[in-house]
């Protein structure tokens, strides 16, 4: 027998936990009772708080917003800690909008958890919960030791998956497999190993299956340290509504992991909540995770991954084919159990489209049929025997891209009521189009480029075999239409360029029969252009007569109309077409008719004023919006199209194209150079197509000037120097150009002056012999001036005068980290002045000699300190003089020296003799010290050797005795020794182990002499053990009421406090100190008033009590406060009163001390009021109140908010 679990999930003894469910997914509610009063109300969430994943260091906040009557109390906290922090997580609620936020200033990635929100009334709870997600900044090592150490911070910031982006990726060598090819392996079905093998090069199975196995081995282990099972992986597909999406199913072992998408190795953002602006989003039902990408485009192509902390746990391959609709599916209009056709052309060959009906994806079986003809370009769907539940919306969708269209049935009104009608084998619908012909086309297209492309391969090839050419396309066999009584065919539309008047007909193969008359052909739709002539003919398969009708209404020839017939050819011409002969045209013969419609219009046009206005060029500056207005007549069926030299413009990015019903717009947005050019707008309707055509500007300052600089002439006192003008001027004249130098070595730069534009030459007369010059040229134009071009090599006045070599150098001193060196100045400078020296070092048994400083940082001085050489090794050196023309000739080198330090004594290096260790904590003592060569290192304790508990760590250049869990009997003087070759030294550190002293013991008072009063007090328990430790006296009295130290490094157990006055009140305090810190206080009994005292003699003078009680009073009022809205407001007064009276604040007489709008504090009297953000209703009169068992005192005064 099962039982009913209780409920006690926030309900009390005696309450009922009813289970109520909200009109807000995922908000549990509890109800306390069982039928609720009249108007009360459960608490329930109207806006619970987002899911929030966000970087560290950054503010985070929930928002929630709860109902119920009573009004309910809303708590938050979280699953792996508290919230009691205030200054980590504050708790606000904001009136006016009904808001409760819970806010993390400055989030850590511990706060990283599952919060809940609790809203409560007395007849119920509701709960709702919520992930925060925290991006650590640098990954902390203990979350990220896969990193390599020296990734940088860059790397760090930004995750990367296991398939780097194209833009790192390494150049692969032969035979190495892409890794995308593993990724979609783990992922894929084993039905499509052999396709992606394929995709990939793969030939050897066995070989992948065996690898693949163990890489799904590793790949699992890794995956089960965040998931408990992982299923249902379903590839990435598109849907009728234009977005895509791919699922999995997920348990994950910590529901608040954090999950990660990447694309082609580059993480993207997504968003959990729908209807957001993020192109990638994320939904999950329970393990149910499905990830939607929107507004498709061809980009969003490459392989997508989902990662949960750093573990791949999905891949997809999302493949985006180039391919469009040539003719969309058309509405369709069927009548009830008949079948429906829709069809349509692509621009390439496609195996398998997509169709969708009412947004469900549909399939080949009873009820639908898919047919695809032997080119691939015709597609059609075929709903078979309609009903009226099937009307709705129909997509077809090829790659990402789609078109759609209306199904609509009728319904058989010629059947009997309540019986199902006969199933009809009519078919209505179809693209009214000959789709044979437009395939046939787009297949001669298609034969034609790839023609084109093998003969610029065969080209490219020059001397290799031409490649095999590819199969001729198979050519889909006309379809037979049976003999029917009544014929309609429309004229086939050709897509590129668009067809202005289409007259051709086409012929539909009728069987021959000689016995029957029939249509061999029929009327098509037709497009005739305002007063021009239109012909309809209709051919039969015998010489018969027949009559014409337009709109139902006979025709003969008159008012325009000519009627002829030549054999078995039937005529019918429009001589000047007019608005009034658009309509339906019919011929009939006998029993058979077939029909046509007629449609007179005119080409689109623009007015010659808005021409002109278009046709004036627009010009903008780099950064500034650039917007093209073109009205026109209004005008149906009318397609507009925006082109830039050539190329048609979409609306997207940063082009905005508006189109409304007599005026288009086109809004290029932060316009750059590049975007100069044609700008043109295209008018197309079924009679015809008209451009107009405009023209960009987009003003820049200029590119730099055309390099290398040339050097035209150099002397001692002249370098002139020539450039060529900028390749791009920016769209204005250069104006002029900008020549800057500087001396080399510096870093200066000078202007020189400017040339005009005609001149690229510039003669520099200020230089000095010897001296080496940068120049760098700008051009300059109304728009600003362009980057510069600069001088590749610095450029010498006159020739080079290289200075004689200095003396070799000496060696003053030498150890393992630096050899000082030190050297003689060139005897000969050759009459340049000498700038500096360059050091060269060369390590023994090598003969490459490498330079210690550059020569744009030459040594000033005639000595120099090496450091960087390695221990051990011999090196010899060598010095260069520096001039202005460069470095001179080497020295002589010095003797060849070792890099070791010299014979040293020991000795210590800034020790510390004394160190205090607190009892249980471990004692380190490190003694510093240099000795060459390494001395040996003993220990002593008290003169002995030390304890084997004891360790010593030894290093180069440092001792350090660590005493594990010290205790008081580890104090004592230890000896470090030190020894070699060369000496001993030794030095002495005393450790004292001791922890906070215990409290003396109990105090006595006694008085001997007037005002003079004697404590005494029990030695502390440790005074024994610690002969550092002393006490400490602190006094307080009745007058003062403030405890002051009397006495400090007391020594004994007794003191003698002097200036004791009678009629007041003393207490004592005695501490025990020591190097640890205080102990706590023994307390004295009180003396004074009635304690036992030395009697004092009265001379005859009355005594009274003396009395301290006295009644509230005011003694600084409060003042009028005038503010504006929305300001801070701050009141205070303040209050005196013996004993300490009560005070209470109030506005028009209504207490507002316990109103958490206002911070209410009182400081020693001082009483204070502040309003954060005054607001009118704060306006009134605001009234202090200080109450007593003595009495009580009011001040008041008048707050005035101004909107």
Known sequence: MFKRPKVTDGTDTGQVGIKKKSKVPGVMITQYIETLPDGMSHPDFTR????????????????????????????????????????????????????????????????????????????????????????????????????????????????????????????????????????????????????????????????????????????????????????????????????????????????????????????????????????????????????????????????????VEDVTMFSTDFKIPVVDFLVKIQEVKAKEREDAVFECVLSNPFSKILWFGKNLPLEQGDKYDIEVSEDKLIHRLVVKDCMVVDKGIYSACAGIKSCNAWLVVEADKDGQKGKKSARKTTRAGGSGMDLEKIAQEQQAKLEKVREERKEQIKAAQEAAPPSDSPPAPVKAEPTKVPEQKQVKKTAAVTLDPPVVESTEETTTEVEEDTKELGISSGLSDVYALRGKPADLNVKMNMDCDGTWFKDGEQLNSSGGITITKEGKSHNLTIRSCRDDNSGVYRFVTGELSTQGKVTVGDVPAFDEDDLHKFSKPVIVRVGQNAAFKMPFPPQESLMVRWFKDGIEIKDGGGVKILREPNHSRLLLRDCLRTDTGEIKIQLTNPFGAVEATSRLIVLDRPGPPEGPVEIVETTSSVIEIKWNPPKDDGGSAVTNYIIERQQAGQSLWTKLGDVSAEKTTFRDRNVTHGKKYNYRIYAENPQGISDSLETADSIMAGIMILSGPPGAPTVVSASKACINLTWTPPEDDRGVPITGYQVEKRKKETNEWITLNALNDPIKDVKYAVKDITEGAEYEFR?????????????????????????????????????????????????????????????????????????????????????????????????????????????????????????????????????????????????????????????????????????????TNTYTVNNILPGVQYHFRIYAKNDMGLSEPSESPPWGFSSNRVPITSNGVGTSDVCFERPPSILVPLKVHTHPKGYQVYMTCAVRGCPTPTVSWYLNDVCINSDSNYYITNSFGVCSMHILRVRPKDSGVYKVVAVSCLGEAECSTKLIVED
């Not at 499905?290 to 991954?305: H, M, T, W």
Request: charged share 30%; hydrophobic share 35%.
């Open 48 to 307: 619970k708080p987002i899911a929030l994943t966000i970087q560290e260091g950054k503010f985070a906040f929930f928002k929630a917003i709860v109902t119920g009557d009573p009004k309910p109390t809303v708590t938050w906290s979280r699953n792996n800690g508290d919230v009691s922090d205030t200054s980590r997580y504050q708790t606000k609620y904001d009136p006016n909008s009904n808001e409760h936020t819970f806010e993390m200033p400055n989030v850590q990635p511990d706060q990283a958890d599952t919060y809940k929100c609790f809203a409560t009334n007395q007849y119920g709870q509701a709960m709702v919960t919520v992930v925060l997600n925290v991006i650590e900044v640098g990954y902390k090592k203990n979350k990220a030791q896969t990193q390599a150490a020296d990734e940088d911070f860059k790397t760090v910031l930004k995750r990367k998956s296991k398939i780097r982006p194209k833009s790192e990726q390494h150049e692969r060598k032969d035979g190495e497999i892409d890794p995308k090819f593993w990724e979609l392996l783990l992922s894929a079905d084993k039905k499509d190993y052999e396709k992606i093998c394929a995709e990939f090069g793969v030939t050897d199975f066995r070989w992948m299956l065996k690898k693949l196995n163990e890489i799904k081995k590793e790949r699992e282990e890794e995956q089960a340290a965040f998931v408990k099972s992982l299923s249902d992986l379903k590839p990435i597909r598109v849907h009728a509504d234009g977005t895509a999406s791919f699922e999995l199913d997920m348990d994950l072992n910590d529901p608040s992991s954090s999950i990660f998408l990447y694309k082609d190795g580059e993480m993207i953002p997504y968003t959990k909540e729908l209807g957001d602006t993020l192109k990638h989003s994320l939904k999950q039902v329970g393990k149910k995770y499905v990830f939607s990408i929107r507004d498709l485009l061809p980009e969003d192509a490459g392989l997508y991954q989902v990662d």
């Open 879 to 1051: 010095v260069s003089a520096i001039n202005e023309s460069g470095s001179g000739d080497p020295s002589p080198p010095s003797a060849m020296v070792c890099a070791k330090n010299p014979n040293m004594r020991p000795c210590f290096k800034n020790p510390e003799d004394f160190i205090v260790v607190r009892a249980g904590n471990s004692a380190r003592v490190k003694i510093c010290y240099e000795a060459e060569p390494p001395p040996e290192i003993t220990w002593l304790k008290d003169d002995e050797p030390i304890s084997p508990w004891i360790n010593v760590i030894n290093t180069e250049g440092m001792s350090q005795l660590v005493i594990p869990s010290s205790k008081r009997s580890d104090s004592a003087i230890y000896t470090i020794k030190a020894k070699n070759s060369v000496g001993e030294a030794s030095f002495d550190i005393e450790v004292r182990v001791t922890d906070e002293p215990k409290s003396p013991g109990p105090v006595v008072l006694e008085q001997t002499v007037h005002d003079k009063l004697v404590v005494s007090w029990a030695p502390s328990p440790d005074q024994e053990l610690d002969d550092r430790m002393y006490y400490v006296l602190s006094q307080n009295d009745s007058n003062t009421r403030v405890w002051k130290t009397v006495a400090d490094r007391l020594f």
